[in-house]
């Protein structure tokens, strides 16, 4: 078992900056990928970005690239997503997630992961 809760949401201007934290434990080890996702209302939840927790994957969607940066301290088994010139598009719950993949690329789809936090709500206005 995992669990990961997040917190760093709020409410931010266009062009504004956010970082989201995602606080892992349990059994948390090597092989296992952990995932950002975002589902606005209406709208089926989708990808942001993913990392590998030992290993040098990431991934980031097309939407967010240049924007958003994952990582992750293993001191603190924490990952982050930093936000950067956040968009009112980008308002969402955002959730975190942990999946068991020790090879291959990061996967995108919500069925790839197990276990998932509560989500927490950016609010991008213009």
């Known amino acids: 078992q995992v669990q990961v809760v997040e917190s760093g949401g709020g409410l931010v201007q266009a062009g504004g900056s956010l970082r989201l934290s995602c606080a892992a434990s349990?059994?948390?080890?090597?092989?296992?990928?952990m995932g950002w996702f975002r589902q606005a209302p209406g709208k089926e939840r989708e990808f942001v970005a993913g990392?590998?927790?030992?290993?040098?994957?990431?991934d980031l969607a097309d939407s967010v690239k240049g924007r958003f940066t994952i990582s992750l301290d293993n001191a603190k088994s924490t990952v982050y997503l930093q936000m950067n010139s956040l968009k009112p598009e980008d308002t969402a719950v955002y959730y975190c997630?942990?999946?068991?993949?020790?090879?291959?690329?990061?996967?995108?789809?919500?069925?790839?992961?197990?276990?998932w936090g509560q989500g927490t709500q950016v609010t991008v206005s213009s």
């Open positions: 990392i590998g927790w030992s290993d040098p994957r990431t």
């Open positions: 997630a942990a999946g068991w993949r020790p090879f291959g690329l990061i996967r995108h789809g919500t069925s790839e992961y197990d276990y």
């Open positions: 349990g059994r948390t080890s090597s092989g296992y990928i």
